[in-house]
């Protein structure tokens, strides 16, 4: 089992990620409906999703909040790009706007998923927002709508995002080797 003990290089410190943060609960609040349904996508976006939705609030939105868990990667580094739904909501999505909220767009295989899954469950409409987006990687015809920073092909971890189930808990956002 891999520790910690890799070197993490910096790559988005708190700073510039809360700045974004903030910026995109503007973005956000200017492309949705003051009411909607934040569906963030467990377990790397938890994070995020705590933040933004603290920034859309003092912003004046009253977003309701649902979480799903999805899984494409497993323990590794490679998306196994067959992403299994692990868990139901527990919310009525039935004409409800929804943001759908992911830490990472790599492949593009698992907000095409859960963009589809939430669509057929009758919501009004559906728009995606990534804190990190990987657009060399992408497999599929897939753009979020809302992005807070467009990264290299490089693996990252941190502020939610693991490898090998380490590494959420940093502050930051950083690249390992």
Known sequence: ??????????????????????????????????????????????????????????LGCRPAVEMIRMSSYGLGRESSRDVHLMSEFGMDLTGRDVLIIDDIVDTGHTLTFATDFIARSGAASVKSCALLDKPARREVDFIPDFVGFEIPDRFVVGYGIDFGLNYRHLPFIGTIG
């Open 1 to 58: 089992m891999m520790g910690q003990d890799k070197k993490v290089q910096t790559l988005f410190d708190e700073q510039q990620i809360a700045g974004r943060v903030r910026e995109l609960a503007d973005e956000i609040k200017a492309g949705m409906p003051r009411d909607f349904v934040v569906v963030g996508l467990m377990v790397g976006s938890f994070v995020f999703v705590a933040d933004l939705v603290r920034e859309l609030s003092r």
